[in-house]
């Protein structure tokens, strides 16, 4: 009676111990996997977050777009042939010669300017000649107004890309170069596009101090030039690089691959 007793103290203690074990086991299995899980789901929040972010921003993108086309034309259209039409009625003011020639002068400055202002905001010729013509009329008003030297090299046949391409191309250009002007400390810039039957190289490079965008930090000034580059390369599918180069400058590469 008392071996059959302990037998099965024995065994319930056995069998506790090993219920208890089980138990713990399945305690530290069923944290491990509940970690697991919300670190899943913490993972798949934060894309989703991030692709928020991106498609929101490629909305900014596209109506800042649509507003400056909206402008351009109105300026253009609207500014640009009133004062070409105010520019014919010179002649027959009352006015002596000498002040029809300032007021002339004053007239074509100003036609010049919102001509000027209407192509950045929507560069037509691009839309019409393709990026390689429009890159060179804008290296053209750069080296007119600015004391940086800009150069173009073309590689590849003038061939036309994608409209959404060549616009991408064009704007990130467009901020390149302001960036250029504003911080780079430059004076000389070079530009080579090379388009291919399946592909558009741009390599922009300058003298300055050199730059690469971990250089910024957001809390130094809120700025959207950098952001939206990217945002309207990864539109396209496309890729972009900063360098800095061993002697001094930088060196941004952006690659489109059909
Ligand atoms: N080529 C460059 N050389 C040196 N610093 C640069 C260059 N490009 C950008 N930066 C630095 O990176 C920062 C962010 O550039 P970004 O184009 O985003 O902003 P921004 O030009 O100051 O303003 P925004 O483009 O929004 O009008 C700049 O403020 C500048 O400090
Ligand atoms: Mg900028």
């Known amino acids: 009676m008392d071996g059959q007793q302990g037998v ?73 042939s009133t004062l070409t039409a105010i520019k014919f009625s010179v002649p027959q003011l009352t006015i002596s010669a000498e002040e029809k020639e300032q007021l002339s002068t004053n007239l074509n400055n100003a036609i010049q300017k ?23 009329n804008l290296i053209k008003n750069l080296n007119e107004n600015t004391s940086i030297e800009f150069s173009a090299e073309f590689g590849g046949e003038e061939r036309r ?6 616009l991408a191309y064009y704007r990130v250009l467009q901020e390149l170069l302001n960036n250029i002007l504003k911080y780079a400390e430059a004076t000389k810039v070079e530009i080579v596009l090379a ?35 990217e945002s309207r390369i990864q539109q396209i599918h496309g890729n972009m690089r900063y360098e800095k180069l061993p002697a001094a400058g930088t060196k941004v590469t952006v690659v489109w691959k059909k």
């Open 161 to 166: 890309q994608p409209k959404e391409v060549e």
């Open 114 to 136: 919102v001509r000027r202002i209407s192509n950045d905001l929507l560069p037509s010729i691009l839309e019409e000649l393709g990026l390689q013509t429009a890159v060179r």
């Open 8 to 80: 099965d103290l024995g065994t319930i203690v056995i069998f506790g111990t090993m219920g208890m074990i089980i138990l713990a086991m399945g305690v530290i299995v069923f944290f491990f996997i509940y970690q697991q899980r919300m670190v899943a789901k913490q993972n798949e929040l934060a894309i989703q977050e991030l692709e928020h972010q991106k498609s929101l921003i490629h909305a900014v993108i596209q109506t800042r777009e649509i507003e400056q086309r909206r402008i351009a034309l109105e300026l253009h259209d609207d500014v640009g």
């Open 195 to 229: 388009s291919e039957p399946l592909s558009l190289h741009m390599v922009v490079s300058d003298n300055g101090k050199g730059f690469v965008p971990s250089d910024h930090t957001e809390r130094e000034r809120p700025s959207l030039g950098l952001r939206n580059m």
